[in-house]
């Protein structure tokens, strides 16, 4: 059963702001991120490529690190002001989940925290600027990523886990649950910034990345995106797609980078900054939830992830079989 | 000079909600917004049809209700909860702005009230849910207009009401100024929902409405819209546009319904939750702000809005001409 | 190896024009072709539909006659003038395949004859008018399918077939062939209106219609009726895509209507007009000639098709198999 | 009144096939022509550039010639066969208008000649190949122009030109007449390839260029251009639309180039490969058949052009004035 937060929280995080993720080859992921997939490069360092959207006005969105395998490290938000990152420490402490203070390349003062499954995330409320370039038209490239959109995670735990981002003061906008009398909670989306999700969560081996999502300004700009990854080398890093969520109501296509992180370009689906808005529920089997228009996804989206640096991956208390295509 | 709110207000404004239009012949403009613009008519009445978006799920967005001439009422707020309802209307009686709580139909209680400056302001907290239709994909028609937007209007007292609303927490995200040695603040966009404007306010005589925003998911809808409204005897509809503005970056298409009153299709501006976003300038002398292209606006856009029922238009106290052209 | 013709033959097809397909309850069909897919009903009799696309401003491309079990009729061929028919009636008597003159609804006189696989063609030079309604943009419903584009067509005897074609004046534009030291054709696509095809050839159980291919303006047309579809009921009817084909470049999605009839929605693809255009050699083994972004096609898209009225279906002559993803 | 071909001529003009441009700076058209409108630059000389569209598989559309002032050279039209030349060179010869074989880079034997109206023409049947770079969607910039469409010209001798070409075998699909008791051909669409046009003539002091026509795939790559233009320094170069035209269905955006010569991009039109297509009339009186939303043509639209080199510019026979707005 999907809760509802007990009121806001005493802190106000604004949005999923980054994912730190670690690659194998730094040139090969940002010759993808960059040259095929079209977002910006704000900074390379020896270490580290600095990634972001066109309409992003802060200087990172996507960081690459150089790492001997693939693996995912922190999920950073960001929240509205500093006074909210000492009342996240608090919070976090008052669980038993101690928080440390830690530097990160063009931010301000950052809160690193593990949730009490595993995954590491961060929070800041000061980033450095970068140049718009949403009116640079002629800089405009491959799937014309916009900004990120949101995270998506493999949680063994799901219930507990979506009870602890409730707590968060991520609000629920859709669910899946499994059939029966019993119904168990399979997957929730929630967000923070008024659109379908900052956050998502599916049952799965976990925790787990499943994927980061981009949001572009046009399902064309997505297509445009196939077209662009099948002729330049890159026909398979397409995993699933293009399609239309039920859930969500998302255009969407799933890529696999270099390193097999999936990355989902992400387009249209809706308002939900009324706090009363009614989340949407969806059975595990309605393929439509899945795919509208009745594709099956392959077994590799519903298995495979990036698991987070330094976090065991625990095998799901909830065994269902998706109904994955009509 | 834009302002900045002082802390965020003792009420939550979610974002504009409705707008109640008085039209001179009801049948003529339900035809004009159901069967070309393609809104739903989720009831009607004798005295009043309610219509909404495609994603919408509250009852209405646009209120059409029979007059004698032309003229705008209320512009109506949702706000996050009944006890936000009763601290605005504290925060107005603060400002000698007496309130009153009437019936709207289809909404919880409603705080009516008007502005310093004459304009009719409607608060609620809850409204009558109505079906989403987004995934109704058949009955997609016209502009295939999602859900209301933002609400425009001419201020004569273009600094101070920019002042009052900020004060309600609306927060600025794009602004023109006069050129010269001591600009002057001459048009503004300010922001509820995390987009770039519920309300903007633009110098001129007033106040009166410039014209009700609704959002489209697509530019594409809106080309689509200028083929079936210039093929099906509303041609003499399109005043301005298909175009791209500067500022906001929307794409964007003016119309004139059967009474005048102005409406804009409406797509493609971008995220703007974050606190800290540094608000856009630009000046009064740069054609592209108004239109990234280039082209020119008619006289009319500057020239023409609703007057509300009930208040009386001034002149503006400042008074420059902006560059409408290159 | 595809052939060219040896210069033009004493007659002048203009263009593929119309289908006959027989299906099982005309009602159904017709639910599905007018009011899910958005082409226009011409007219209707006890025993027939006759539909064409928004552009077209001849009185059929698309008719359905009752029967008792799903089968192709007619393929219908315009030709540029009278004494075309009468050319052609000597070529086929050549041939020894008689031809003989029918009567055909709204058309003028009607040459009838089968070519030497046993496909019925039917061929003519007038047809009764009908409104054109690429301007009736209030009617745009569906698909928004513009017109009848090309007819693909299953052949047992690949190469002879395409031979024949070469001789009625039929211009390769793309091919595929087997891999090897002796590579054989596999799938040929031919032309007489400058785009890709009229009629394409697929090696396989033949010979049988394998879909009916309509055009869009937009590839957001074809997006359209996969939600539009998916969300009336006929989720069912999507086959496969969309997506993009290597060969022609087309943007496209197949459908199967309630009697498995194929029918693919396609835009996209390109001028053909030069009669030196060199066709384009793709191989069996290069999954991207079937789709670039190198999705698999399903089991039934190979292997399904409609049988002709009165014609015996024969297995192929050649045996490979198809690479058909990667 | 437009006139019919009677019969085919005894050549058969394939298409318009390139214009060359006198421009006088060719590194400053470079730049407009492939940075900013993404057509491809096959070649160049220190005298001339080669520019092809992304569909194009032969070695120019567009060809770029230093001159000291702005002025048109050749309309360039591809014949079917060597043959073609030959009975076009007695054709002229007939006429009493001597053609001459001139040598034109990386093409076969080319016969030049002007009309009757001084209009520098230019046959050839074979050009030099290019690569397709059709499915090179990496490359994809700007307005991502596919091909040459057609030429417009103004025409002071509207009827005799319009009949002049209609010797030469070009089908009339849309043409404008003047309003009354007598009406007269104000403006005729004429093609070879199978749709609206090849050569469009508009009644104007002539003969001049008024446009080349280049057409794109997608109406939103003409949006993407509008983007691009106004944001890289090119703001100046939108004329007109984007927009719709009544006459031909076209999606528009008219540009100049840094000379004034006139590109339209173009979109949407239909196919027209029936003889027997009945031609649509449209009147002087009316304004959609300009822009079927509404919107005025800038006075520039209607009276400037290119003149051809070595060709007096006539005054027009017609005077009218047409409506250009409603």
Known sequence: MPVRAAGEPPFNIVRCAYVT??????????????????????????????????????HHSIVLVQRASPEAHALGFKVA???????????????????????????????????????????????????????????????????????NLFAAELQQTHEFYAELGFRTTEYTETEGPDP????????????????ALTN???????????????????????????????????????????????????????DGHRVELFASDYLTVDPDLEPLRWTLDDPQRQTLWGHAAPASWFEEGTPFAGTAVREPALRARPVVAR
């Open 21 to 58: 993720l670690g690659v194998t080859d730094l040139a090969r992921s940002r010759d993808f991120y960059v040259d095929a997939l079209g977002l910006t490069e704000t900074e390379a360092t020896g270490e580290a490529v600095y990634l972001r959207g066109l309409e992003e006005r802060s």
């Open 204 to 258: 799965g081996r976990g925790p787990r990345l499943h994927h980061v999502g981009v949001w572009t300004a046009s399902v064309m700009s997505i297509l445009h995106a196939c077209d662009v990854l099948a002729t330049t080398g890159h026909v398979d890093k397409l995993e699933r797609g293009p399609g239309r969520h039920g859930i969500s109501n998302a255009f969407f296509l799933y890529l696999r980078d270099p």
């Open 81 to 151: 002001s500093e006074g909210d990152l000492d009342a996240l420490e608090a919070f976090f402490a008052a669980r038993g989940l101690p928080a440390s203070w830690t530097e990160r390349h063009a931010q301000g003062r950052t809160l690193a925290v593990r949730d009490p499954f595993g995954v590491p995330l961060e929070f800041y409320a000061r980033m450095d600027g970068a140049e718009r370039l949403l009116q640079r038209y002629g800089l405009y490239r491959g799937a014309q990523i916009m900004r990120l959109d949101h995270l």
């Open 184 to 199: 168990r909670l399979w997957a929730v989306w929630m967000h923070r910034k008024g659109n379908v999700h900052d956050v």
